[in-house]
């Protein structure tokens, strides 16, 4: 069973959850649009996810329960990025295999789940929206793997006693690339294995950068993933990063 972490009350969301994981074969558009939903990845179809009909409905239904403002559901889709970098790991194992695995920015669990899928020793799955805490854990649930599962901000350190990080669309906004990029080279100048998954977005640093995998991504998907029918798995050139600082 899924490591648990405890997330303190989240208005709105245990009752989806557990609604989407006690009716596995619902079909998606054969309910209401602001509820969530089980269903393989369609890049990854060995990884099913709790994953939003829409997700703007979504957002509005659990800020309303919440009575505040929320970070948006970005836990709830199956962003390209993660998606071709957990199909990149489940088809070349030994990236992942019998190491320790830190997953950041991990969203849904995709990517954690896909290297405890394909071997890893261990795997923390880590985001600091504790909305995503609690998906990543039931999502872990669905698909019978144990994750440890961290909220905090990791960003300003190095991921000191990690083999290997993984970085699944985690490059979606400008402010996010400027504290993730530095974090990455950080990592890969300790000797860590660094991959990140990403569908070009343009915030992406492609000289620091060389690409290991493209994949064709199935149009289905998140609004923002609309127009992007590729994405990338990268890796840090070293003779690029060994200083530690992009």
């Known amino acids: ?96 295999a019998g190491r320790h695995v830190l997953d950041v920015a991990s969203g849904s669990g995709l990517v954690a789940i896909a290297a405890t899928i394909a071997g890893a020793a261990r795997v923390t799955a880590n985001d600091i929206d504790p909305y995503s805490i609690a998906a990543i854990d039931a999502n872990a649930h669905a698909n019978g793997v144990e994750l440890t599962l961290s909220s905090s901000d990791l960003l300003d350190g190095d991921a000191d006693g990690v083999d290997v990080v993984l970085a699944g669309d985690a490059l979606y906004h400008p402010a996010v690339a400027a504290r993730m990029l530095p974090f990455l080279a950080r990592v890969s100048a300790k000797g860590a294995r660094v991959l990140v998954g990403d569908p070009d977005r343009g915030h992406l640093a492609h000289d620091w950068l060389e690409r290991v995998a493209t994949y064709e991504v199935p149009t289905s998907g998140t609004p923002e993933d609309a127009q992007l029918h590729r994405t990338s798995v990268l890796k840090p050139r070293r003779d690029k990063w060994t200083t530690g600082s992009p």
């Open 1 to 96: 069973m899924p490591a648990r972490s405890d997330t303190g009350v989240l208005p709105g969301l245990e009752p989806l959850l557990r609604q989407a994981l006690s009716a596995p074969d619902y079909a998606a558009g054969a309910g209401s649009i602001d509820r969530l939903r089980l269903a393989p990845v369609p890049l990854v179809p060995e990884v099913r996810l709790l994953m939003a009909e829409d997700a703007i409905v979504l957002w509005a239904r659990l800020e309303a329960a919440a009575g505040h403002v929320l970070p948006p559901p970005f836990w709830a889709s199956a962003w390209s990025g993660g998606q071709g970098l957990a199909r990149y790991i489940l088809d070349h194992p030994g990236t992942v």
